[in-house]
C-alpha cells in the first residue's frame, strides 16, 4: 500500500492582521482628506453667502443716496425707513452687517462690517454723486 502526502501547504483563505491595518490606515487617510476638504468648501459657501448679503446692503444704500435731495455732511446711514442717520453703532446694524457711509467732497464711501467664524470682514462701495 502506498500512501501518497500531500507535501505542499494550502494557502490560507482571509486577510492578516497587517493587510487590514493597511486598509484601515488608507481608509482613515483618505475619510481625513474628504473631511477636510468639505470644511473648507462650507465655509468658502457661508464667507460667499454673507458677501453677497454685504453687497445688496451696500447697493441699497446706494440707491438711497442716489434719490435723497440732503445728505448728512458727518458719517451716516440709512435706516429701515430710509431716513439718513447720523452715524452709529446700534442704529446703523442690520444684523449681523454694520453699515457707515463716509462722505468726501461728494464721494461716498458705503462701509459694511460684518463678524464672522474666520474674522472681520469689510465691504467698501464708492458712490459719486
Known sequence: MNIIFNKH???QAGDT???V???LTILGLALSIAYATASRSLTAIRLANETSNATAIAKSQVE???SASA???VNFCFNNSGTA???NDTDC????YKVKIIPSSGVYTV?????SSGGTYNLNMLYRK
Open 21 to 23: 491595518l493597511i486598509a
Open 17 to 19: 492582521i497587517v493587510e
Open 85 to 87: 442717520i447720523n452715524y
Open 9 to 11: 501547504k494550502q494557502r
Open 71 to 73: 445728505l448728512p455732511t
Open 93 to 96: 446694524q442690520i444684523s449681523p
Open 111 to 115: 462701509n459694511v462690517n460684518w463678524d
Open 64 to 66: 438711497q443716496i442716489r
